[in-house]
Each structure stands twice: as C-alpha cells, then as structure tokens.
C-alpha cells in the first residue's frame, strides 16, 4: 500500500541550531513530494516540493528539502531554527500518473518545538 | 486575495442532524478536495473533483456527499452525521494540469466541527 511515513512525532531543537524533520515514503515510481506547514488554528501551507532534477530544493522561510532516491526519503532541513518555525510539518506525496494521480498521501504530521 | 473560504468555522451538532459546510475558492481551480484531519492520523482525503460535475471518493468517503455545480464551490454535506464523524475539515484547492493533480494546495483555514 502506499504509505507516508514520519517517524517522529515531535522534534525538538534549539533556535539558531539546525534542524531536521524526516519523512519516508513508500510509493511505486516517481513520486511527486512535498511539505506543508501548519500553524496553530490555521489551515496547511505549501512550503516546497521536489518533482526532478537537482535532490536539494528549497522553499519557503529558509526551508529546503533532500530527496533521496534509494532511501526513498524526503528530509526537510533549515539551517538555523527560529522560535516562529514552531508549527505541525507534514510530509505528502502524490503517486506517479499510473497509480492515483489525483490524490496526495499526507504523512501523520511532525511537530516541530523551537527554544529560545 | 487568493483564498479558500470555508464555513463555518465551528460548529456542534448533535446525531443525525444534517449540516452542510461550504468551501469557496477565488483561483479559478479546476481541482478541489476534502479533508479530514485527526491526531495521530494526518489528513485523510473524503472525496475530491476534478471540475465542475466530475467527484469522485478519496480514502474515507463514508457518510459524505459531496456536489461540483459550479467551479468555485465544493460543498461537503453530512447527510447523518455520527459522533465518528468529530475532526478537523479542510478544503483544498488547486491547479489540475495536463499531468494531473499539480500538488501545490491551498488550503482553507478549516472546520472543526463536533458531533453529540
């Protein structure tokens, strides 16, 4: 089955020092990938998404994410955490055009905690 | 101002009382969905279309209904709605190209909506 996996629920990291969030899939061919951000009592905004090419994308607000092909892995990373990053991360995924192409696979959601 | 709208925002019900939630978008998206947001269980997709009379079911379509009448609106309708039936909803909007579903969604700020 096609799945999205974060495996962790919460992350915890320090501002200024750098921070990942993990995401693995599992989902036949190529993949279209992205994450979104959800802030408190709002809805999901996209932050950036890897369809080609080069594995390092970046996005929004300093974000940038690492794809990695034989690991099947989409890790989100910023170099410098901030206290305003604290937000739900979610990982998703929309499967190749031969198999669901309508759809994204939302992962469970990681909740990133910054301290100052 | 680029939007998703939905409404309302809150609302408590109790079984078997129909209830509609409206979602409106201003980008002129052919594609548009439903969610479903629970902890531990990220977003799960209740149905989507593709345009205006095209839906069709996502992951959990049990209990909705939905309508494509015209393409700025999608409402999701709750015929009975069943305390199982407690979450977080969220409208999504988004360009629909050639390859399919572009994946970058712009989410409503939600509907929490309760269930007795």
């Known amino acids: 089955a096609q799945s999205v996996a974060q495996p962790e629920d919460q992350v915890n990291v320090a501002e200024g020092n750098p921070l990942t969030v993990k995401c693995t899939y599992s989902?036949?061919?190529?993949?279209?990938l992205f994450w979104y951000v959800q802030y408190p009592n709002r809805g999901l905004q996209f932050l950036l998404k890897y369809i080609t090419g080069d594995n390092l994308v970046k996005g929004s607000y300093g974000f940038e994410a690492e794809f990695n092909k034989s690991q099947t892995s989409f890790h989100l990373k910023k170099p410098s955490a901030l206290v305003s990053d604290s937000a739900l991360y979610f990982c998703a995924v929309r499967p190749p055009f031969s198999g669901g192409y309508n759809k994204l696979i939302f992962g469970a959601g990681t909740r990133l905690a910054v301290h100052p | 101002e680029a939007q998703v709208t939905q409404n309302p925002r809150y609302l408590i019900t109790v079984t078997g009382k129909k209830l509609t939630v409206t979602c409106s978008q201003n980008?002129?998206?052919?594609?548009m969905s439903w969610y479903r947001q629970d902890p531990g269980l990220g977003l799960r997709q209740i149905y989507y279309?593709?345009?205006?009379?095209?839906?069709d079911k996502g992951d959990v379509p049990e209990g909705y209904k939905v309508s494509r009448k015209e393409k700025r609106n999608f409402p999701l309708i709750l015929e009975s709605p069943s305390p199982n039936q407690t979450s977080l909803y969220f409208c999504a909007s988004s360009l629909a190209l050639a390859g399919g579903l572009s994946g970058e969604l712009f989410f409503g700020e939600g509907s929490r909506l309760t269930v007795l």
């Open positions: 989902v036949s061919g190529n993949p279209y």
């Open positions: 980008m002129n998206h052919e594609y």
């Open positions: 279309s593709m345009n205006v009379e095209v839906t």
